[in-house]
C-alpha cells in the first residue's frame, strides 16, 4: 500500500472556517427574526381586509354606495399626493371627506385606500426612501394637525357616519 500523507491543516483556517459558520448562522438567525417579525402583520393585515371587505357588504345592504369605485380610487390617490413629501394639503382632504355621505361611502374610500395599507411617503420624505404601509386614519393622523383631524371628525359625525380617523 502507498503511503498517503495527510496535509495538516493550519490553525488559521480552522479560525476562518469557524468565523465564517458563525456568520451563517446568525444571518440565518437574522433571517429567521424579520421573516417572524413580517408574518403576523400579513395575518393582522389579511383580518383587517376582510373586516372592512364584511362591513363593506353589511354597510352596502342598509345604503348603497354613493359614487362609482373609480371616485373613491381617484380619492385615494388625491389624499396620497396631499400628503406626499413636505406638508400637507390638509383642504384637499377635508374636501373629500366632506363629500361622503355615508358609512358605506367612508369603507369603500378606506377599500380604495389599500388593503387595508398603502405605502405613504409622509413629510420628511427622504429620496430612496421606502416610506411607510399605514391605513388611512393613521396616515392623515401622522400627517395631519389635530385641529384638522377633528375638523374631519366633526364631518363625519354630522353626516351620521360611525366611523372615525
Excluded: C, H
Excluded at 483556517?13 to 458563525?22: C, D, R, V, Y
Excluded at 371616485?71 to 383642504?91: K, P, Q, V
Excluded at 377635508?94 to 367612508?106: A, S
Amino acid at each position: 500500500m502507498a503511503n498517503v500523507q495527510r496535509q495538516k491543516v493550519s490553525p488559521d483556517t480552522w479560525i476562518k472556517l469557524g468565523i465564517w459558520i458563525g456568520a451563517g448562522v446568525g444571518v440565518a438567525f437574522g433571517v429567521k427574526k424579520i421573516l417572524d417579525y413580517i408574518k403576523p402583520d400579513q395575518k393582522r393585515q389579511e383580518s383587517e381586509t376582510k373586516q372592512i371587505q364584511s362591513e363593506l357588504e353589511a354597510s352596502k345592504k342598509k345604503k348603497p354606495a354613493s359614487y362609482p369605485a373609480s371616485t373613491y380610487s381617484g380619492w385615494a390617490a388625491s389624499i396620497a399626493e396631499a400628503i406626499f413629501g413636505f406638508g400637507t394639503y390638509n383642504d384637499v382632504i377635508v374636501n373629500i371627506f366632506r363629500q361622503l355621505k355615508n358609512d358605506t361611502d367612508f369603507l369603500m374610500l378606506q377599500k380604495a385606500w389599500g388593503n387595508p395599507k398603502r405605502q405613504v411617503y409622509p413629510d420628511g420624505f427622504v429620496f430612496y426612501s421606502t416610506g411607510k404601509k399605514l391605513e388611512l386614519g393613521a396616515a392623515l393622523r401622522e400627517d395631519m394637525s389635530n385641529t384638522y383631524i377633528k375638523l374631519i371628525n366633526k364631518i363625519l359625525a354630522n353626516k351620521g357616519i360611525k366611523y372615525r380617523i
